[in-house]
């Protein structure tokens, strides 16, 4: 079955600081891949998205690449701040007949200390 | 555009008892989700579907779990009896249909405590 593995946290950064959150799957099929963030207190968000082989997702700094090499999509971000405090999830979904089904990784915490 | 709502957003209750949340999707979304998120662990899908209907339930624990989509806009998750293992985040997170986006747009969650 779909699987996705992410890197343990708590990670500790300074601001300014360089990320990588690492993400590595295990699916059938061509699925998409996604970052989802959950800010303190707050639901989900897509942070961002890549849907084949190659493509590149980036948002608000944060970027990851889809490698179907080594099955990855690990997450980064040149300068980290305070404000990226929070879990981020990798996820994969893999399209049935009724739907989209998301498979999340465990999640990694991050904080952003001054 | 009013994003996903959820209510209550936590729930204290005692193991045996019985609890229900309550999730209203964006407008116009026709595919609804219910996932469960143990502190921890990312969500897990319990149940999807499509306009009023099931469309997968197969992690669902149905002896003591149930939802619902009765006019296929707004649902209804239930526990009964709830056991202290079901101690979790409920969340509720929609898309406009089944395979025009990838995107699940997700509702803050209920934290549910069971003592």
């Known amino acids: 079955g779909n699987s996705v593995t992410q890197m343990e946290g708590p990670v500790t950064l300074s601001e300014e600081a360089f990320l990588t959150i690492n993400c590595t799957y295990t699916?059938?099929?061509?699925?998409?891949l996604f970052w989802y963030v959950q800010y303190p207190g707050e639901g989900l968000q897509l942070l961002l998205k890549a849907t084949k082989a190659d493509d590149k997702g980036s948002n608000k700094g944060f970027e990851a690449t889809y490698r179907k090499e080594t099955t990855s999509f690990h997450l980064e971000k040149g300068s980290v701040q305070v404000s990226d405090s929070a879990v981020y999830f990798c996820a994969l979904t893999r399209l049935t007949g009724g739907g989209n089904k998301l498979t999340f990784g465990t999640g990694t915490q991050l904080k952003v200390e001054l | 555009e009013a994003g996903v709502a959820q209510s209550p957003r936590y729930k204290i209750i005692e193991k045996r008892q019985s609890v229900a949340f309550w999730c209203n999707p964006i407008s116009g979304h026709a595919t609804l989700y219910w996932y469960q998120q143990i502190l921890g662990q990312g969500p897990k899908l319990l149940i999807q579907?499509?306009?009023?209907?099931?469309?997968?339930d197969s992690q669902l624990p149905k002896d003591r779990f149930s939802a619902e989509r009765l006019k296929g806009v707004d649902s209804t998750l239930k526990i009964q009896p709830a056991k202290l293992e079901d101690s979790a985040v409920y969340l509720c997170?929609?898309?406009?249909?089944?395979?025009?986006?990838?995107?699940?747009?997700f509702g803050p969650g209920t934290r549910l405590t069971v003592t």
């Open positions: 699916a059938t099929g061509y699925p998409s």
């Open positions: 579907f499509q306009n009023n209907g099931v469309v997968d």
């Open positions: 997170a929609s898309t406009p249909t089944a395979t025009s986006s990838y995107e699940q747009y």
